[in-house]
C-alpha cells in the first residue's frame, strides 16, 4: 500500500519509495544517528554547543557542528547569538523542529525500551546461523 500524501497544488507528488522522491533527503536527514540524539536534548529547551558535547556522549565537536548546522540549514534548529558580557550561542529546536520532536522521541523511547530483545534476537539468528538451522521457515546454510 502506497503511503497517503497530504500535498497542495503547489507540492509536488510525492512517493517516499520512489528514488527521486524529495521527501528521501528528510529521512535521510532526520534518521541519522547524531540527530535522533539532538532532537530529544533540544526538546528539553534550548542548550549550548558544550551542553550539547556532555549530554550526548561519543559525539565529536566536529560532528556535532555538522549535525547543528545541517539541522539549521533545513529550518529545524535555530541558533541564537547571545550577546551578553561573554557572548555565546545556544540553539533550540525551530518550531519545524518542534513538529518533528515527538515523534523522534518516540523512537528514541522505543529503542530504550527494546534494546534488549534485538540483542537476544542477534544472539539467537547468530546462534541458529553457526548452527547451520531451518530459522524462521528460511535454511541457512554455512558457506564453506
Known sequence: MKPVNNISAEEPQTDIYSLACPSRKALELVGSKWALLIFP????????????????EGISQKMLTQTLKELERNGLVTRCNLETA?????????????????????????????????QRAREQFDRDEKAGEQVAGRIVHKLR
Open 41 to 56: 536534548a533540544l526538546a528539553a529547551g534550548p542548550m549550548r554547543n558544550n551542553a550539547l558535547l556532555r549530554k550526548i
Open 86 to 118: 561573554a557572548p555565546h550561542v545556544e540553539y533550540e529546536l525551530s518550531p519545524l523542529g518542534e513538529s518533528l520532536s515527538d515523534t523522534l522521541i518516540a523512537l528514541d523511547n522505543w529503542a530504550e525500551r527494546h534494546h534488549a530483545d534485538l
